[in-house]
Nanobody, 125 residues
Framework: QVQPKESGGGLVQAGGSLMLSCAAS????????MAWFRRAPGEDREFVAA????????IYADSVKGRFTISRDNNENTAYLQMDSLKPEDTAVYYC??????????????????WGQGTQVTVSR
């Protein structure tokens, strides 16, 4: 079992930046692919960004491409999401997830096994 735990959410003005962290505890002998999803009020969960277990592959939702950067530190079993040029429409609960996921499925939540509790990101106008 692996338990991802998010941190770094908060309130920021439009145009500002935040960095989210996701620390994976538990069975960390396996290196998992990791991803971020988000859910805005009244909306379905949507994919944000993902990184393969090696870190060699990263993918992004079109809505965040060029503004968000996902990275990882396998020595610390931690993934990061640097969010720049934030917009009010980025307001959501952000969830970190980990799993043994084939590269072709990195953007699909169905293939991830372990989910964090989420961290709130609010972007004001």
């Amino acid at each position: 079992q692996v338990q991802p735990k998010e941190s770094g959410g908060g309130l920021v003005q439009a145009g500002g930046s935040l960095m989210l962290s996701c620390a994976a505890s538990g069975r960390t002998t396996i290196v998992y692919a990791m991803a971020w999803f988000r859910r805005a009020p009244g909306e379905d969960r949507e994919f944000v960004a993902a990184i393969s277990s090696s870190g060699s592959t990263t993918i992004y939702a079109d809505s965040v491409k060029g503004r968000f950067t996902i990275s990882r530190d396998n020595n610390e079993n931690t993934a990061y999401l640097q969010m720049d040029s934030l917009k009010p429409e980025d307001t959501a609960v952000y969830y970190c997830t980990a799993g043994v996921v084939n590269t072709i499925h990195l953007s699909e939540g169905f293939f991830y096994n372990y989910w964090g509790q989420g961290t709130q990101v609010t972007v004001s106008r």
